[in-house]
Nanobody, 121 residues
Framework: QVRLVESGGGLVQAGGSLRLSCAAS????????MGWYRQAPGKQRELVAV???????NYADSVKSRFTISGDNAKNMVYLQMNNLKPEDTAVYYC???????????????WGQGTQVTVSS
C-alpha cells in the first residue's frame, strides 16, 4: 500500500521559515509528480506547488518568490522550503503524489495525512 508521510510543520512567527518534507513508500512503479496543497479553516484545498519528475515546477501566485519546491526522484521525496511566511499561510499542508503501482496501473493521486503550519503575526 502506498503511503505518503509529511513532516516539518509547526508554529512560526511572521517572516520566519519552515521546511516541509514528504516521503512516499510502498509499491511504487512510477511517480509522475509530487506536490503540496493546503487547506485553511473554512476554505477549499488549494494547490501550493508541484514538481514533475522532469523537474518542472508550478506555484500558486500567492507563494511565488517565497516558497521553493524540490524533489528527490530516487527517494520518492518532495520538499517545500517556505520563507517569509505570512499569517495567511496558516493551513494544514498536504503532500500529494501521482503514482502508478504497476505497469498496467493507470495511476492515481495519493495523499498524506497533513501537517499543520501556523504563522503568528
Amino acid at each position: 500500500q502506498v503511503r505518503l508521510v509529511e513532516s516539518g510543520g509547526g508554529l512560526v512567527q511572521a517572516g520566519g521559515s519552515l521546511r516541509l518534507s514528504c516521503a512516499a513508500s510502498g509499491p511504487i512503479f512510477s511517480n509522475n509528480a509530487m506536490g503540496w496543497y493546503r487547506q485553511a479553516p473554512g476554505k477549499q484545498r488549494e494547490l501550493v506547488a508541484v514538481i514533475t519528475t522532469g523537474g518542472s515546477t508550478n506555484y500558486a501566485d500567492s507563494v511565488k518568490s517565497r516558497f521553493t519546491i524540490s524533489g528527490d526522484n530516487a527517494k520518492n521525496m518532495v520538499y517545500l522550503q517556505m520563507n517569509n511566511l505570512k499569517p495567511e499561510d496558516t493551513a494544514v499542508y498536504y503532500c500529494n503524489a501521482r503514482i502508478r503501482t504497476g505497469i498496467i496501473d493507470r495511476g492515481r493521486d495519493y495523499w498524506g495525512q497533513g501537517t499543520q503550519v501556523t504563522v503568528s503575526s
